[in-house]
């Protein structure tokens, strides 16, 4: 078969996707650097510097560079990932019903033993407001990241050589694969996330839907499990 030029952003896509996610995935379990960090701002908890700098890992290899490389790209822009306001149509208004449902679902799973240990995912027992902002933010903006790797580089890469479905099943697949160490709870639930988020970034023609959605399941979840854990209270400063 003849090279197609449109395979070299499937092939792209898939190799920074799991060269990124590895990236992303090794760095951030390597506690050295937070500890480091954690010395230079003696004001911020341990924990606190641990999860953002995490996160931060997640915005420059799941973020940053497919920007770069969406850029350094022959006839390329991010708009043409879903990294832009335009919408092909407004979200189904079926989907908006997910906005008190997902805070209903979070709540009633935020207080099972399993979520506790592993959520909120800043460990520290005594928080403070200004905590509770900077892990909101550093959630939003890692999720940013996030999406875009998935649904924009990834899923509008795929599109250049494959039909939808397979560019969907495809996503969904190495979605599912980026959960593994979450354990087969959370494995098993990416399934029909990551398809609900495909369909509505090719429904929209961007990210943003899937990013509202992940932001508000991450943010209540969080939310919910910090209150439902008995080791964990808001303190005044």
């Not at 390597?30 to 890992?57: A, C, D, I, K, T």
């Amino acid at each position: 078969m003849p090279w197609n030029p449109d395979d070299l952003w499937l092939l792209t896509g898939l190799l920074w996707s799991l060269t990124g996610f590895a990236l992303y995935y090794f760095l951030s379990s390597n506690g050295h650097l937070s500890v480091r960090l954690s010395s230079l701002f003696p004001s911020l908890q341990p924990e606190v510097v641990r999860v953002v700098l995490q996160r931060g890992w997640g915005v420059l290899f799941l973020g940053l560079i497919p920007v770069v490389i969406v850029l350094v790209g022959i006839n390329s822009t991010p708009s043409d990932f879903g990294l832009h306001f335009k919408f092909i149509q407004a979200p189904p208004l079926w989907s908006f019903a997910l906005i008190p449902l997902i805070p209903l679902l979070t709540y009633f799973m935020a207080s099972k033993p399993s979520n506790l240990a592993l959520y909120p995912q800043i460990r520290s027992t005594a928080w403070t407001s200004g905590m509770l902002w900077i892990n909101a933010i550093s959630w939003v903006v890692f999720l940013v990241a996030y999406e875009f790797l998935f649904r924009g580089f990834l899923l509008f890469g795929s599109l250049a050589t494959l039909d939808p479905f397979s560019a969907v099943v495809l996503n969904v697949v190495l979605y599912a694969f980026a959960h593994f160490y979450k354990g087969p709870t959370e494995v098993f639930g990416s399934v029909p996330i990551g398809f609900l988020f495909c369909y509505l970034t090719l429904f929209t023609g961007n990210i943003w839907s899937a990013v509202a959605i992940h932001s508000l399941m991450a943010l209540s979840h969080e939310w919910f499990s910090f209150k439902a854990h008995p080791q964990m209270k808001l303190i005044r400063k």
